[in-house]
């Protein structure tokens, strides 16, 4: 199947007031506060020459990469697909990926704390720097993103060589996620009609 061509589609335009972030108030003033509060303990655990400092040190790196990272995928993005490039612009940096030639892309879902909404996000690598970054799949004001943009998604990445497995397996998962709102669990998609015995 070929990708869509013509003018760049702005992808996960929103049906409301654009807004600067999409979680949770209290999620976004106390998530940050926790690390900030571990860092002062680390350095006066460090200053005093107390072992608790080799505990605290790695649990304030790892909250805080989580709470970067959530605040990254909460940020809201201006994506574009153009034939089968994606460009994605998040404040003054863009980045862009020709879906159609990339067989690293990853779907998962965004990080989240609680009461955060969660949608798919795609993970992918720059084509001009390499470096990887993603996209989550949501629009301006927080809804999960159109069928018609999951569409395209997929046809760009249908678009990719038969050798790039990973993006067709991709492309498939959006297919499925277009065609029935969510990924169905394994135990909605098995068939039980087998077990149910006739009366």
């Known amino acids: 199947m070929m990708a869509p061509q013509g003018s760049p ?20 003033v106390l998530l940050p506060i926790f690390p900030a509060v571990l860092l002062v303990a680390c350095v006066g655990t460090t200053i005093g020459l107390e072992p608790g400092a080799l505990l605290l040190w790695p649990v304030c790196a790892v909250l805080s990469a989580y709470t970067v990272a959530r605040r990254r ?25 020709d879906l159609s030639a990339t067989g690293d892309v990853r779907l998962g879902t965004n990080i989240t704390a609680g009461g955060d909404p969660g949608f798919y996000a795609l ?12 996209y989550v799949l949501r629009t301006d004001d927080a809804h999960a993103l ?54």
Not at 123 to 134: C, E, N
């Open 146 to 199: 159109s069928s018609e943009d999951l569409g395209l998604l997929a046809a760009a990445l249908e678009a990719s060589p038969p050798s790039h497995a990973k993006a067709h397996q991709v492309a498939a998962r959006l297919r499925r996620i277009e065609r029935d709102g969510h990924e169905k669990s394994s135990s909605e998609t098995v068939d039980w009609s087998h077990r149910i015995s006739s009366p």
């Open 73 to 97: 995928d909460q940020s809201l993005v201006e994506a574009h697909l153009d034939g089968t490039v994606l460009s994605v612009r998040r404040g003054d940096r863009t980045h862009h990926c």
């Open 123 to 134: 993970s992918l690598r720059d084509t001009g720097t390499g470096k990887r970054f993603r």
């Open 9 to 28: 589609h702005r992808l996960g335009t929103g049906t409301g007031a654009t807004v600067q972030r999409t979680g949770l108030l209290w999620n976004d």
